[in-house]
């Protein structure tokens, strides 16, 4: 089992370009969660896949959307970036309807815009 | 809406001697609590949640925790610790046990010196 997977590793991007990243969740997991790590702080919430829909939001612009595939795969697209949103960007998966389920998180995609 | 504390920022501690790490919470209902760790340049992996039940709660890697709901703590704890635990451990509480909308503390730096 691969577990939770993410690419890129790093990306270098340019201010107002726009940027897509990638995750696969762990085998058996049906909800995957987007969270920005900033430098020298904790994950934030940015929002929650299930069903292909967005289940839940953290306080993130418009600017962050997301989409999650049938197979339960899921891509973080940013919009006219700001130096402000480099950052480690985490996916976790989880399973839905399970009761006292763990969440596994990727390594991570590291994300600077210059 | 919840929130966490982690009052301290970095702790330094020896090889061999004991680590507590402080978390503090805020969250009307009931909590669930988790600490997961970091090294550098990795994601986050799980140590040790509270759902329910025992407040005493063991983890792996020889960490337990114990939830204090009069004082709303969830403070982790090892007895000795080794060179391997350098880095940087995160608590965070969520509302529900298979919800991973979760709010994190900003993190505590542990260094080990040998």
């Known amino acids: 089992d691969a577990g939770v997977t993410q690419s890129p590793t790093h990306l270098i991007k340019t201010r107002g370009q726009q940027v897509t990243l990638r995750c696969s969740p762990k085998?058996?997991?049906?909800?995957v969660s987007w969270y920005q790590q900033a430098l020298g702080q904790g994950p934030q919430f940015i929002f929650q896949?299930?069903?292909?829909?967005?289940?839940q939001r953290g306080n993130f612009p418009d600017r962050f959307s997301g989409h999650q595939f049938p197979n339960y795969s899921s891509e973080l697209n940013v919009n006219a970036l700001l130096l402000g949103d480099s950052a480690l960007y985490l996916c976790a998966s989880s399973r839905t309807n399970t009761k006292n389920t763990e969440a596994f998180f990727g390594q991570g995609t590291r994300l600077t815009v210059v | 809406a919840q929130s966490v504390t982690q009052p301290d920022i970095h702790i330094t501690v020896s090889e061999g001697a004991s680590l507590e790490l402080r978390c503090n919470y805020s969250?009307?209902?009931?909590?669930?609590l988790f600490w997961y760790v970091q090294s550098p340049g990795q994601g986050l992996q799980l140590l040790l949640k509270y759902f329910s039940g025992d407040t005493l709660v063991q983890g792996i890697k020889g960490f337990e925790a114990e939830f204090k709901r009069s004082q709303s703590s969830f403070n982790l704890r090892k007895p000795s610790v080794h060179w391997s635990d350098a880095a940087e451990y995160f608590c965070a509480v969520g509302a529900r046990s298979n919800d991973y909308k979760l709010s994190f503390g900003a993190g505590t730096t542990v260094t080990v010196r040998a």
């Open positions: 896949y299930y069903e292909e829909e967005e289940r």
């Open positions: 969250y009307g209902a009931t909590p669930y």
């Open positions: 085998s058996g997991h049906d909800t």
